[in-house]
C-alpha cells in the first residue's frame, strides 16, 4: 500500500481502501492516544498513587484496541483466540500489579498525603505506622 | 460435595482452554497436550482451593461483563483526557469500602473490576471485614465519596447476582432491605467459618 492508497476511499469498490481499513485505522489511532496518554499521565500526576491510575487505565484500553485492530486485519482463529487470552489476562494482572506498588507506596509513606481530601484507611500493621 | 467437584474442575479446564487459546488451535493434540500440562501445573504448583458458590447466572454475568467494558472504556478515556487535558488540579482521596460478601472469590473480583473502573485502585483488603481501601483519582470533596461507594457497592451487587453464593445473595438482600448502602453493621457481623459461602 503506497501513501496515495490512504486518499481514495473506495469503500465498496475493490482497489484502494475498504471499511476494513478504516477500522484499522481508527483502532491503531486510539491505541496510540491511549498510550500517549498514559505517559503523559506518568509524568505529570504528582504522586506515585495518582501515576498508578495512569499506568493502568487507559493502557488497558489501549491494548484492547492494538489487540482488536490485529485480530481485525487477521481474523484467523488462532489470532482471535490469543487476542482474547491477551486481554483477558491484561485486564486480571494489571489491578494485582497496581494494588502491589500501591501498597508499597502507601505503607512507606511515598505519596503526597497533602492532596487526600479524606484517609480512611487507618493502619493495623504496626510497621506502617510512621 | 459436587460443589466441590465443580471447583476442583472449573481451574483445571480452565487450564486447559488457556493452552488451546495459547495455541490458537482446538486440535485434539493441544487437547491432550493441555490436559498433561494442567495434570502437571496443578500437582507442582499446588495453591490451596477456589470454592465457588455453584451458581451462575449467565444473563447477570453477561451484564456484569457489558457493564465492565462500558466502564472501563470510560474509565481510559476520562483518564486520558485528565492527564493531557488543561486545568488539572491534584486532588484524591482514600476511602474505604465495606463489602457485603464473604466470599474469596468474589472479594478478589470486585476488587479487580473495581480497579479498571473509573477512578479507583485498590490500597488493600481487609480480609477478615470484607473491606477494600481504594484509592480514588480527582476528588475534589468529601461530598463526592458516598457516590465513589456507591458504584463499587453496585460492582460487587452486580457480581454477587451473576456468580455469588445464596449465602452471599442473602447478605445482600438483607443490607439492602435494611440501612441501604451505608449498611457497615451487616458486613462486620459475619463470622469466619461462615466467609468461604454456604455452598459446600
Not at chain 1, 475498504?18 to 496518554?37: E, N, Q, S
Request: net charge neutral; proline share 5%; glycine share 6%.
Amino acid at each position: 500500500m503506497t501513501p496515495a492508497d490512504l486518499f481514495s476511499f473506495d469503500i465498496d469498490g475493490v482497489p484502494g481502501i475498504g471499511i476494513r481499513d478504516i477500522v484499522t485505522a481508527v483502532l491503531v489511532l486510539l491505541a496510540a492516544l491511549m498510550c500517549f496518554a498514559a505517559g503523559v499521565g506518568l509524568l505529570r500526576f504528582p504522586d506515585v498513587l495518582s501515576r498508578l491510575h495512569a499506568a493502568t487505565k487507559p493502557q488497558i484500553l489501549g491494548l484492547i484496541a492494538i489487540v482488536a485492530d490485529v485480530a481485525v486485519t487477521n481474523p484467523s482463529l488462532g489470532t482471535i483466540t490469543l487476542a482474547v487470552a491477551i486481554v483477558f489476562f491484561q485486564a486480571l494482572t494489571a489491578p494485582a500489579s497496581a494494588h502491589m506498588a500501591g501498597r508499597a507506596a502507601y505503607r512507606t509513606d511515598h505519596f503526597r498525603r497533602d492532596l487526600l481530601v479524606i484517609d480512611e484507611f487507618t493502619p493495623r500493621d504496626p510497621r506502617s505506622d510512621m | 460435595m459436587k460443589a466441590r467437584i465443580v471447583s476442583g474442575l472449573v481451574p483445571f479446564l480452565g487450564l486447559v482452554l488457556l493452552w488451546m487459546l495459547l495455541w490458537g488451535q482446538f486440535t485434539w493434540l493441544a487437547l491432550v497436550t493441555g490436559v498433561l500440562l494442567a495434570l502437571l501445573v496443578s500437582a507442582v504448583f499446588y495453591l490451596p482451593a477456589v470454592r465457588l458458590s455453584g451458581r451462575f447466572n449467565p444473563w447477570r454475568a453477561l451484564v456484569f461483563f457489558l457493564r465492565l467494558v462500558w466502564d472501563i472504556v470510560r474509565a481510559s478515556l476520562q483518564i486520558a483526557w485528565l492527564a493531557v487535558g488543561p486545568g488539572y488540579r491534584p486532588s484524591n482521596a482514600i476511602i474505604a469500602v465495606p463489602l457485603r460478601t464473604r466470599s474469596d472469590l468474589v472479594m478478589t473480583f470486585t476488587a479487580e473490576a473495581v480497579s479498571l473502573v473509573p477512578g479507583s485502585i485498590v490500597l488493600d483488603i481487609d480480609r477478615e471485614s470484607a473491606t477494600l481501601y481504594l484509592h480514588a483519582l480527582n476528588v475534589h470533596s468529601v461530598s463526592e465519596v458516598p457516590a465513589l461507594k456507591r458504584e463499587v457497592l453496585a460492582t460487587e451487587r452486580r457480581l454477587i447476582l451473576a456468580a455469588g453464593s445464596a449465602d452471599d445473595l442473602a447478605r445482600l438482600r438483607e443490607a439492602e432491605a435494611g440501612s441501604g448502602p451505608s449498611s457497615s453493621t451487616g458486613a462486620a457481623s459475619g463470622t469466619p467459618s461462615t466467609r468461604e459461602g454456604g455452598a459446600s
